[in-house]
């Protein structure tokens, strides 16, 4: 008899932990940090991306703020090998094309990711940007488009300059207010190696 009661409540206890596991995995699955709960529970492809951790609205405008400026640098790049004098200068315009042209594909794909829209292709002016940020307005373009030699080496450090510190302040903007760790990764990254271009423009320059 001691047994068989013994028994009777091991299996009640089993069916009562069994059934508040159940009850548990039913309250865990709609608790998504994304907010896009039924998808996280239903999706595989949400599930991944939620594991790669949260994004807010600074995540999103960081990406959709650099990528444009990202691909105007890599267009100013992009003219220093015919138009450059200066082998310091035309060094320093493939080291910015190999950095960036990396980071535009990546934040394209957050965006994606996210289901945000990706800037157009030739958005890159002030009003397509949002007023600043370093951006060279289309009259900067063409000028340097029309120089050459040792007129272009100074035009382009010099817009490069601007350009460089309009985005350590978008990286700064993220740094402090981004939540999603790749985005954050990506400023710190942008924060140290356009610095450190800014310096070695400026020595070229002669700047003080």
Known sequence: M???RSLVRRT?????????????????????????DDHTASSPSASASAAQG???????????GMIPHHRQAVEMAD????????AEVKK???????????????????LTSWGEDVPAEGAMDHSAHGGGGGMM???EMDKLKDSSGEAFDTAFMKMMIEHHEGAV???KT????????PAKTTAAAIITSQTAEITQMNELLGND
Request: charged share 20%; with cysteine.
């Open 2 to 4: 001691i047994s068989k």
């Open 12 to 36: 009640a206890a089993a069916a009562a932990a069994s059934a508040a596991a159940l009850v548990l995995a039913a309250c865990g699955s709609g608790d998504g940090p994304s907010g896009h």
């Open 54 to 64: 949260r994004h807010n609205a600074a995540d999103a405008a960081f990406a959709k």
């Open 79 to 86: 003219l220093a090998p015919s138009r450059a004098e200066s």
């Open 92 to 110: 320093l315009a493939e080291d910015i094309k190999k950095a960036q042209d990396p980071e535009i594909r990546t934040m394209s794909g957050w």
């Open 137 to 139: 307005s289309a009259e």
């Open 169 to 171: 302040e978008m990286a």
């Open 174 to 181: 993220e740094q402090a207010d981004g939540v999603y760790g």
